[in-house]
């Protein structure tokens, strides 16, 4: 294997997700970097480029699996970990997880306002200033993920260390595959709870399908529910806590979602766009020699692919770094694109557009400190304030019906 060369930039560049990374401003359309395991790959930053890479066949994800690939964090414990939906696919039951992220079933729009109204009326309750991230955002998205995977909600306090644990970078190998494990096990038990067949939720339609298929051993079940399980969560609490922190700075939003909250669409896609939120990238290996970018990418190398550079790339959008909740079209790829493409996209949507109408209904939030103070979590793959400190005008505020 060729040696490493020292004098590349080491990729992520940032923690924040309150401004893009200065290196992923300058660096498109693509750049030589070294992943956080001490391998190069490349990083794609154009939008154009992104999408050429999410789309073709010549960049694969399943070979980021194989051995001798180049490594973005740690090696994988089991293929399924990293493509989980082939296996579902070739299991015959990926229509299951379709059905339940596009119907959404499972979470009644009356069930997921009145989450959110006990949300903010749990928020209100602590007094100012209030942590929106743990108070709101983690809440909100555990209690839907749980809802939706059929997972009781008394264990969402483990569930949620083990899908924090999987999201940091930079741990070594056998913490995050031992914290695996424990999330797995505890999903396997899951499968043998009593009254399975008849409960609703992802989880159990899954479980009881393939104890009478048998397509898929219980152990790859158990990884791929644990990964919709982590991805859902994780992806679903970052964005609202970085899409809440630029909110309580938009005054004039908040206010125009008060009077007009059938606006709130077009917000929900300018932050998705606007946010940046992706602490690592989504890797791909070349399956063939390839022009990318004037650049000729070997087949075996890995590409790493940034959506949140690709959403401020100025040949697409125009004044990338306003906040235009007016654009049309809005084409950012925060879900992804092409084969891949983030099937919790509509659940997304509907939450997030739930949950800012809801934040604005509590009237003029503000953030309790300056917004350069509010930390990020470090090394984190979903990047997520630590926390996102808010007061309001009335210390006595009550929750609008929503
Ligand atoms: C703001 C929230 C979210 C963001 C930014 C997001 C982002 C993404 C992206 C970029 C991908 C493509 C990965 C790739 O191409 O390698 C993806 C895939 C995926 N997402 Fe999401 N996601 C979000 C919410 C959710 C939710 C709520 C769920 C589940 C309920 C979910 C489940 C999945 C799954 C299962 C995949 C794998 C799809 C496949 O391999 O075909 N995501 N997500």
Redesign the pocket.
């Given at each position: 294997m060729a040696a490493i060369n020292p004098t590349l930039p080491r990729y992520p560049f940032s923690t924040r997700g309150d401004r893009l990374a200065e290196e992923l401003r300058s660096a498109c359309p693509m750049l030589r970097v070294v992943t956080n395991a001490g391998d190069e790959a490349w990083l794609v930053t154009g939008h154009a480029e992104v999408r050429q890479v999410?789309s073709g066949t010549r960049f694969a994800?399943a070979q980021v699996a194989d051995e001798g690939s180049p490594v973005q964090d740690v090696a994988l414990l089991a293929p399924e970990l990293l493509?989980?939906?082939p296996y579902l696919r070739k299991a015959g039951m990926y229509d299951e997880i379709q059905r339940s992220?596009h119907d959404l079933a499972d979470l009644p729009d009356s069930w997921l306002r009145a989450v959110i109204r006990q949300a903010v009326e749990e928020t209100v309750a602590q007094g100012m200033p209030c942590d929106l991230q743990r108070h709101f955002c983690d809440r909100v998205a555990g209690r839907t993920?749980c809802r939706?995977m059929g997972l009781p909600e008394s264990d969402l306090p483990r569930l949620k260390a083990w899908a924090d644990t999987d999201l940091t970078m930079r741990l070594p190998q056998e913490t995050v595959h031992r914290n695996w494990e424990r999330l797995r096990d505890y999903i396997r038990e899951q499968f043998s709870r009593d009254g399975l067949a008849e409960a609703p939720g992802l989880l159990p339609r899954l479980a009881t399908r393939n104890r009478e298929e048998r397509a898929l051993t219980p152990e790859q079940l158990a990884n791929i529910l644990g990964?919709?399980f982590v991805?859902?969560y994780e992806?679903?609490a970052s964005?609202l806590g970085v899409a809440s922190f630029h909110l309580v700075q938009m005054p004039q939003v908040l206010e125009r979602l008060r009077g007009e909250p059938e606006t709130v669409d077009g917000d929900v896609e300018e932050l998705l766009r606007y946010s940046v939120?992706l602490g690592n990238a989504?890797a791909r290996i070349a399956t063939e020699d390839t022009d990318l970018a004037g650049h000729k990418v070997r087949t075996g190398e890995m590409i790493l692919v940034s959506?949140d550079a690709a959403n401020f790339d100025a040949a697409r959008f125009p004044e990338p770094h306003t906040y235009d909740p007016g654009r049309r079209p809005n084409p950012h790829v925060?879900?992804?694109h092409g084969p891949?493409?983030?099937?919790?996209a509509r659940?997304?949507r509907r939450v997030s557009a739930l949950a800012f109408v809801a934040l604005a209904g509590l009237g003029e939030l503000r953030l309790a400190v300056p917004p350069r103070e509010v930390e990020w979590i470090p090394d984190r793959m979903a990047i997520t304030p630590v926390a996102v400190p808010v007061l309001w005008a009335d210390p006595s505020a009550t929750v609008r019906p929503s």
């Amino acid at each position: 294997m060729a040696a490493i060369n020292p004098t590349l930039p080491r990729y992520p560049f940032s923690t924040r997700g309150d401004r893009l990374a200065e290196e992923l401003r300058s660096a498109c359309p693509m750049l030589r970097v070294v992943t956080n395991a001490g391998d190069e790959a490349w990083l794609v930053t154009g939008h154009a480029e992104v999408r050429q890479v999410l789309s073709g066949t010549r960049f694969a994800r399943a070979q980021v699996a194989d051995e001798g690939s180049p490594v973005q964090d740690v090696a994988l414990l089991a293929p399924e970990l990293l493509d989980a939906m082939p296996y579902l696919r070739k299991a015959g039951m990926y229509d299951e997880i379709q059905r339940s992220l596009h119907d959404l079933a499972d979470l009644p729009d009356s069930w997921l306002r009145a989450v959110i109204r006990q949300a903010v009326e749990e928020t209100v309750a602590q007094g100012m200033p209030c942590d929106l991230q743990r108070h709101f955002c983690d809440r909100v998205a555990g209690r839907t993920m749980c809802r939706l995977m059929g997972l009781p909600e008394s264990d969402l306090p483990r569930l949620k260390a083990w899908a924090d644990t999987d999201l940091t970078m930079r741990l070594p190998q056998e913490t995050v595959h031992r914290n695996w494990e424990r999330l797995r096990d505890y999903i396997r038990e899951q499968f043998s709870r009593d009254g399975l067949a008849e409960a609703p939720g992802l989880l159990p339609r899954l479980a009881t399908r393939n104890r009478e298929e048998r397509a898929l051993t219980p152990e790859q079940l158990a990884n791929i529910l644990g990964v919709v399980f982590v991805a859902g969560y994780e992806d679903l609490a970052s964005f609202l806590g970085v899409a809440s922190f630029h909110l309580v700075q938009m005054p004039q939003v908040l206010e125009r979602l008060r009077g007009e909250p059938e606006t709130v669409d077009g917000d929900v896609e300018e932050l998705l766009r606007y946010s940046v939120v992706l602490g690592n990238a989504l890797a791909r290996i070349a399956t063939e020699d390839t022009d990318l970018a004037g650049h000729k990418v070997r087949t075996g190398e890995m590409i790493l692919v940034s959506t949140d550079a690709a959403n401020f790339d100025a040949a697409r959008f125009p004044e990338p770094h306003t906040y235009d909740p007016g654009r049309r079209p809005n084409p950012h790829v925060r879900f992804g694109h092409g084969p891949n493409y983030c099937p919790g996209a509509r659940l997304t949507r509907r939450v997030s557009a739930l949950a800012f109408v809801a934040l604005a209904g509590l009237g003029e939030l503000r953030l309790a400190v300056p917004p350069r103070e509010v930390e990020w979590i470090p090394d984190r793959m979903a990047i997520t304030p630590v926390a996102v400190p808010v007061l309001w005008a009335d210390p006595s505020a009550t929750v609008r019906p929503s």
